[in-house]
């Protein structure tokens, strides 16, 4: 039963939280996966939800990082 107001991804991040692994890497896909799967949703589709998801919020950001520290050196900004 899932508590009302409450999201697969709260849980999972205090879960996450807890794990020794650094950025809660496989920790944090699995739980989600597992936590939306047990709200219902399909498993295929809980699985593509979550990686996209970590994608996004994850993978991506370090590159749009990348890019914006070379182009303030660039600009000579830093």
């Known amino acids: ?8 991804d709260t849980a999972v991040a ?6 020794p692994v650094p950025g809660g ?7 989600l996966t597992g936590g939306l799967v047990l709200i219902g949703i399909p498993d295929e589709v809980a699985l593509a939800a979550t990686l996209t998801y ?3 919020t994850f993978y991506l950001p ?6 914006a520290m070379r ?3 660039q600009e000579e900004y830093l």
């Open 1 to 8: 039963m899932v508590t009302p107001g409450a999201s697969p």
């Open 14 to 19: 205090l879960f996450g939280g807890l794990m």
């Open 25 to 31: 890497l496989g920790v944090y896909e699995g739980a």
């Open 71 to 73: 182009t303030l050196k």
């Open 62 to 67: 370090p590159i749009w990082g990348w890019y």
């Open 54 to 56: 970590r994608m996004v």
